[in-house]
């Protein structure tokens, strides 16, 4: 069985005015199940949304971790996030549940999910992407 290793720290000593944050959280994950995908989407720019296609989690309640890092280091190509709730539609219009901006990421938990649709601000920038099923 595959594991992946996760670590998030999250520290500052200026970001409250009276308390230092400092935190780190450690985890091994042990994803399976058939869909585990990995890749790079080039969007297409402002306006068009780019679509990660799955098929849908096996089943009511199948879990996954999705991890997205806009690769971009231009100031403004920023992208939104959304979830689709049937494959190969695209999300509602304003249904958008992240911005990620330059360089950021994210990693999370997600369920009973279709596909992603990402959608740039300005020019082309390029989402990597890891998607693994957890074990039910």
């Known amino acids: 069985m595959a594991t992946v290793n996760v670590t998030l720290s999250l ?8 308390q230092s944050l400092s ?5 091994a994950l042990s994803p399976a199940g058939d869909q585990m995908l990995v890749g790079r989407l080039v969007t297409t720019g402002s306006g068009t949304e ?5 098929k849908a989690l096996d089943g009511t309640n199948d879990l996954a971790y999705v991890f997205l890092h806009n690769l971009s280091a231009t100031s403004g ?3 939104k996030i ?3 709730s049937a494959h190969g539609t695209d999300s509602t219009t304003g249904d958008w549940f992240a911005v990620l901006g ?5 990693f999370m938990p997600i369920s009973d999910m279709q596909d992603i649709d990402i959608e740039a601000a300005s020019g082309n920038p390029v ?3 890891v998607l693994m099923e957890k074990a039910a």
């Open 23 to 27: 935190f780190t959280e450690t985890d």
């Open 127 to 129: 989402v990597e992407y």
């Open 77 to 79: 190509e920023y992208v």
């Open 102 to 106: 330059p360089g950021e990421f994210m």
């Open 11 to 18: 520290s500052s000593t200026d970001l409250f005015a009276k």
């Open 50 to 54: 780019d679509n990660i296609a799955l």
């Open 82 to 84: 959304g979830l689709c």
